[in-house]
T-cell receptor, first 112, second 112 residues
Framework: AQKVTQAQTEISVVEKEDVTLDCVYE???????LFWYKQPPSGELVFLIR??????QNEISGRYSWNFQKSTSSFNFTITASQVVDSAVYFC?????????FGAGTTVTVRA | SQTIHQWPATLVQPVGSPLSLECTVE??????LYWYRQAAGRGLQLLFY??????ISSEVPQNLSASRPQDRQFILSSKKLLLSDSGFYLC???????????FGDGTRLSIL
């Protein structure tokens, strides 16, 4: 069985602060894929990043960065110098087959 | 490029009425297709997925059903809606397990 845990329900920061979203996963599969999605207030889910289980290289895309640590089964997401437009619900997800297991999501509120 | 269309965007239905939500994907063939439901302020619940025409897997027993009459068409139905069926319904597709799921814009369903 697969499980994704996002322990942080809500995070509130002031603009320009950094914010880190935690994601811990459980799986018995040796090959699996991890994802992060963003859901802005309008409701659509936007794909942000994919990482496979054999690639532990961290990634940076603009103000976004991801830290994948297989030893601790974690795939954390950091937003640097947050902006109001970053306010959204962020979901971490895991798949090893046809189904995608989502975490409960973390609501990020960035105040001006 | 691939696109996903989901309609209607919003729907208000009385209790006991039927339901039909439609989702179509363009620009790909034999995609994996998914229906999710998201209650207000909650995470995503997988309802159904399909790996091919006529192949439907149900994740949650309920009064909803799904059908895939064509390769790129996925329909969510109900014969009699319940109050608990209210929520945000999302359709998604992907090419293979190592690819991210891409989501439609969603349908906000309110049951009165």
């Amino acid at each position: 069985a697969q499980k994704v845990t996002q322990a942080q329900t809500e995070i509130s920061v002031v603009e320009k602060e950094d914010v880190t979203l935690d994601c811990v996963y459980e799986t018995r599969d040796t090959t699996y894929y991890l994802f992060w999605y963003k859901q802005p207030p309008s409701g659509e889910l936007v794909f942000l990043i994919r990482r496979n289980s054999f690639d532990e290289q961290n990634e940076i895309s603009g103000r976004y960065s991801w830290n994948f640590q297989k030893s601790t089964s974690s795939f954390n997401f950091t937003i640097t110098a947050s902006q109001v437009v970053d306010s959204a619900v962020y979901f971490c997800a895991l798949t090893a087959d046809y189904k995608l297991s989502f975490g409960a999501g973390t609501t990020v509120t960035v105040r001006a | 490029s691939q696109t996903i269309h989901q309609w209607p965007a919003t729907l208000v239905q009385p209790v006991g009425s039927p339901l039909s939500l439609e989702c179509t994907v363009e620009g790909t063939s034999n995609p994996n297709l998914y229906w999710y439901r998201q209650a207000a302020g909650r995470g995503l619940q997988l309802l159904f997925y399909s790996v091919g025409i006529g192949q439907i897997s149900s994740e949650v027993p309920q009064n909803l059903s799904a059908s895939r009459p064509q390769d790129r068409q996925f329909i969510l139905s109900s014969k009699k809606l319940l109050l608990s069926d209210s929520g945000f319904y999302l359709c998604a597709w992907r090419d293979s397990p190592n690819q991210p799921q891409h989501f439609g814009d969603g349908t906000r369903l309110s049951i009165l």
